[in-house]
């Protein structure tokens, strides 16, 4: 008799514990844990992305509004909405996007991206790239041409070029050091100064004043250097996505090429 009650008494338990896990139901139509945990997952990566923590409640927020898009889509239903040809249109877009991304999803995963295609990348981008100069350089910003002649003058005469940049410069941002811009790249000036200061030898000054939008210029070149190509794992992020998106192009352009598309 105990064994009996026992065991009416597990049915009992495993009969409830089938029901709580079993799919929500809106008027007969299910809502499966699997779409619950798809937009779950979906709306937590969303937050993550967003530097903030996953809601615990997220689940029983997905799951009420899920009944509430399922009641109101059998209402459209019961209307007619989803034989609308504009609204069918965009059902049938939805899937077919849906689909294709899930795809591309499973591709990617099948065919990641190998060490040794990363390392030939790697090594026909760094043939390919002319060596890249970096410059230490100073200038004197002033508004007319012969102020800046007057100061090409003082410098001939051995006036210390940090000291008439201090005294002369209208450039607040080097003002104060003496002209100092530090290490920059050519491109990083305007196109009269950087082609100026790539004419420069170490040490020396502009022969002639340099006219920006911003003023005239005295340059002076304290030291140029060659910069290191980046190393491959700095570059790694870079190249696999790089890499990624020339196999999905591919895969895709061999699919349509197998395609019967008319137009």
Request: charged share 25%; proline share 5%; net charge neutral.
């Amino acid at each position: 008799m105990k064994k009996t009650l026992i065991a009416g008494a597990l049915a009992c338990a495993l009969a409830a514990a089938a029901t709580l896990a079993a799919d929500i139901q809106v008027n007969g139509t299910p809502i499966s844990q699997t779409r619950i945990d798809a937009v779950t997952k979906m709306m937590n990566a969303q937050a993550q992305s967003q530097g903030q923590q996953a809601d615990p409640r997220m689940p029983d927020m997905v799951k009420q509004q899920l009944i509430t898009a399922e009641v109101l889509s059998q209402e459209a239903k019961r209307e007619g909405i989803d034989k609308q040809a504009d609204v069918r249109a965009e059902i049938d877009n939805a899937e077919a996007m849906t689909l294709a991304n899930h795809l591309i999803q499973q591709y990617v995963a099948a065919h990641p991206v190998s060490d040794s295609d990363v390392k030939a990348e790697y090594d026909r981008l760094k043939a390919a790239t002319p060596p890249k100069k970096s410059y230490h350089a100073q200038h004197i910003l002033v508004k007319t041409e012969a102020e800046a002649n007057a100061i090409l003058s003082a410098l001939k005469k051995g006036k210390p070029f940090a000291q008439l940049a201090k005294e002369k410069s209208l450039d607040p941002g080097s003002k104060a050091t003496g002209g100092d811009l530090g290490w920059n790249d050519a491109e990083t000036f305007v196109g009269p100064f950087g082609d100026a200061l790539t004419k420069l030898a170490k040490g020396q000054i502009t022969s002639k004043p340099v006219q920006t939008q911003y003023g005239w210029h005295i340059i002076k070149l304290d030291d140029v250097r060659t910069e290191a190509f980046p190393e491959m794992d700095a570059l790694r992020p870079q190249l696999e996505q790089q890499l990624q998106s020339q196999h999905i192009e591919k895969y895709i352009a061999d699919l349509k090429a197998k395609a019967k598309i008319q137009q």
